[in-house]
């Protein structure tokens, strides 16, 4: 079986074609000729096997989801016009009023929002745990839940979930067990081989790589996308062609991007963990993190988001305003490195109080490291720092 790398190269690419393309073309099309093989899949319920309209499904786009498909390790995946567009047609796909969701503290903003607004709002039960309290785990799963929702690395305080746990005690409760792996990446993380039943991703970060599109993705097993794909149908969350071949090209490099991401990342961490100005600072590879010896066992690189803070949010705005360098912006997985500060960003929806409750403390930024020379971003940081 091909490796990561050749995987992201190769895997998905359209078949040669009628000029023999060296890379998959852009069925720029809303529509398909409809044949009688065409109206037979229709009738037949089999609308996924055949080309009718791009909303439900287009060439281009069936080439990278086949390819993420592969590099998960899944039967099948699915792209979406946005990380929420994936992660708000998983969980409604599978949820509805009078089901439980056993969901993880630690989320992006907006999922959190949609856990704790949204879905109770139509009916569903949702109990939040503590996300690394094994304990809390096993207690809210000790009786029945339909879906399990946490973050392999959480956004943006780098927690992690226990992927073999979760899902052991996902299942025993009889539950769909999801995780949204954004941060941890497809290539520093297996979830479907713990045990996961559907990996999610925002697109826009990691897979893509490049900081120019909007996307996301899903995978596991075909009945479970398949499921996915009827909602994704209705839901309207597809993904453009072009934005498609993006995503598609984006991958290609994705081992050798996440590769100098996690190497910049701990270097920075590093240098970060032992400057006076840095009142706290958490990183999966650093020692110092509470479930170091967790993310050496299961992630074979730990990321390229480093969190850290400055004693005020007042003085970690200044620190923002003076990077030269690094871009004060949101968002993360990308070739260059940003930082934000989650307070004003990812998580401004959330109330001070409810930010303090899960750890969200003043003056935390999110840094995220691109490709970059790794000095030259330490240099900014020193400047700015000074
Ligand atoms: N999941 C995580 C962990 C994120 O950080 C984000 C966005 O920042 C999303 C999901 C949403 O993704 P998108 O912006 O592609 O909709």
Redesign the pocket.
């Known amino acids: 079986m091909p490796k990561f790398s050749t995987l992201a190269v190769h895997a998905g690419a359209e078949e040669a074609g009628q000029y023999g393309p060296g890379t998959t073309p852009i069925y720029q099309t809303t529509t398909f000729q409809l044949t009688d093989e065409v109206y037979k899949g229709m009738r037949e319920g089999k609308s996924r096997d055949v080309l009718i309209y791009t909303r439900y499904d287009n060439p281009t786009v069936r080439a990278v989801e086949r390819k993420i498909a592969a590099l998960e390790g899944a039967e099948d995946a699915l792209v979406f016009a ?6 708000s047609s998983a969980l409604e796909a599978f949820l509805k009023a009078g089901d439980r969701l056993v969901c993880a503290e630690d ?5 959190r929002v949609l856990v704790t607004g949204r879905l109770p709002a139509l009916g569903v039960e949702v109990e939040i745990v503590p996300t690394t309290d094994k304990n809390a785990w096993k207690k809210a799963l000790s009786r029945p839940a339909k879906v399990v929702y946490c ?1 392999g690395i ?2 943006p305080l780098l927690k992690l979930a226990d992927l073999e746990v979760i899902a052991n005690f996902g299942h025993r409760a009889g539950a769909i067990v999801m995780v ?1 792996n ?2 941890a990446t497809a290539y520093n993380s297996r979830p479907l081989e713990q045990g996961f039943d559907i990996v ?6 990691y897979l893509a790589g490049h900081s120019d599109l ?3 993705a899903a995978a596991g097993r075909k009945e479970m996308m398949h499921k996915l794909w009827d909602r994704r149908l209705m839901g309207g969350a597809c993904l453009d062609p072009h934005a498609a071949f993006l995503m598609e090209r984006g991958i290609k490099t994705m081992s050798i991007r996440v590769e100098r991401q996690n190497a910049n990342a701990l270097q920075v961490a590093s240098f970060l963990e032992g400057h006076p100005n840095v009142e706290w600072i958490t990183y999966p590879g650093l020692a110092s993190h509470p479930q170091n010896a967790l993310a050496q066992r299961q992630f074979s690189g730990f990321g390229g988001v480093v969190t850290f803070a400055t004693a005020t949010d007042e003085s970690a705005l200044k620190l923002l305003r003076k990077m030269r360098l690094i871009s004060e912006a ?3 997985g990308g070739v260059e490195t940003v930082a934000s500060m989650p307070m004003n960003t ?1 998580h401004v929806r959330m109330s001070e109080a409810e930010m303090r409750a899960i750890g969200i403390r003043p003056g935390i930024i999110r840094l995220s490291l691109g490709i970059e020379d790794c000095e030259d971003v330490i240099d900014d940081l020193k400047q700015a720092l000074s």
């Open positions: 946005s990380g929420m567009g994936a992660i989320l992006y903003g907006l999922t973050e959480s956004n949204d954004t941060f999610l991703h925002s697109g826009s970060k909007i996307c996301g949101t968002s993360l990812s």
